[in-house]
């Protein structure tokens, strides 16, 4: 059977990844490819609850709970969503997954990376994306898109996201081979062909 394809897109809140994924599935379904568009955390069912508790529980959440949290998700996701898509032959296009854990619960909350990989390596049972494409852009642009009508998640400071958006950098500089980072202050269509040159370079 032919293997799928798996593109993570990753980014701090506000950086435009889901026009970006929304444009991408479209194009790829004009080609006749077979694609599924999907989401974390909360893809479906019992996703949709963690996600509900993730961005509005209104008390205390510790930052090990939220990671659990995040990779419960995970699991269940990976398990029941983008492993069968996969075995299909399909492309996967997954807005946020493992390495929003690394970025917003390692370094945007401070916990330990090396822990959150193993952590993330048990979630996924080792599957790891074909291409991740990091969406970058100042803090300052982010916020003023995000607004003033902010989630849990959003509400957790400047300071906050700085670590975040220092957190995808890293990361992308560690793994070159799998994560390309695009400057997202562009137009949407000029991300949009860059975006493709880099499903093209993959060579599906
Ligand atoms: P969402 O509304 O999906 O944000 P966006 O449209 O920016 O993707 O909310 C998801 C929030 O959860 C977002 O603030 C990023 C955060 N997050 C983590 O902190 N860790 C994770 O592992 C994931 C998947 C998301």
């Given at each position: 059977?032919?293997?799928?394809?798996?593109?993570?897109?990753?980014?701090?809140?506000?950086?435009?990844?889901?026009?970006?994924?929304?444009?991408?599935?479209?194009?790829?379904?004009?080609?006749?490819?077979?694609?599924?568009?999907?989401?974390?955390?909360?893809?479906?069912?019992?996703?949709?609850?963690?996600?509900?508790?993730?961005?509005?529980?209104?008390?205390?959440?510790?930052?090990?709970?939220?990671?659990?949290?995040?990779?419960?998700?995970?699991?269940?996701?990976?398990?029941?969503?983008?492993?069968?898509?996969?075995?299909?032959?399909?492309?996967?296009?997954?807005?946020?997954?493992t390495d929003s854990t690394v970025a917003y619960q390692g370094y945007g909350r401070q916990l330990?990376i090396e822990r959150i990989n193993m952590l993330n390596n048990i979630a996924t049972g080792g599957?790891?994306?074909?291409?991740?494409?990091?969406?970058?852009?100042?803090?300052?642009?982010?916020?003023?898109?995000?607004?003033?009508?902010?989630?849990?998640?959003?509400?957790?400071?400047?300071?906050?996201?700085?670590?975040?958006?220092?957190?995808?950098?890293?990361?992308?500089?560690?793994?070159?081979?799998?994560?390309?980072?695009?400057?997202?202050?562009?137009?949407?269509?000029?991300?949009?062909?860059?975006?493709?040159?880099?499903?093209?370079?993959?060579?599906?």
């Amino acid at each position: 059977m032919k293997k799928g394809l798996f593109i993570t897109f990753e980014g701090a809140d506000g950086c435009g990844k889901t026009t970006q994924i929304n444009l991408l599935a479209e194009y790829l379904k004009s080609k006749n490819i077979e694609t599924i568009l999907t989401r974390e955390p909360g893809a479906k069912g019992l996703g949709v609850k963690i996600r509900e508790i993730l961005l509005n529980y209104d008390g205390v959440v510790s930052p090990n709970c939220e990671s659990f949290l995040f990779l419960a998700d995970r699991a269940q996701h990976v398990d029941c969503i983008i492993k069968p898509a996969l075995q299909a032959g399909k492309v996967v296009l997954c807005d946020r997954h493992t390495d929003s854990t690394v970025a917003y619960q390692g370094y945007g909350r401070q916990l330990d990376i090396e822990r959150i990989n193993m952590l993330n390596n048990i979630a996924t049972g080792g599957l790891k994306p074909d291409l991740t494409i990091v969406f970058d852009i100042d803090i300052e642009t982010s916020m003023k898109r995000i607004g003033n009508d902010k989630d849990r998640m959003e509400s957790s400071g400047i300071e906050f996201f700085k670590r975040v958006r220092q957190g995808f950098l890293e990361i992308a500089k560690k793994e070159p081979d799998r994560v390309k980072i695009i400057n997202s202050d562009n137009s949407i269509e000029n991300i949009h062909n860059q975006v493709k040159s880099l499903f093209k370079s993959i060579n599906y």
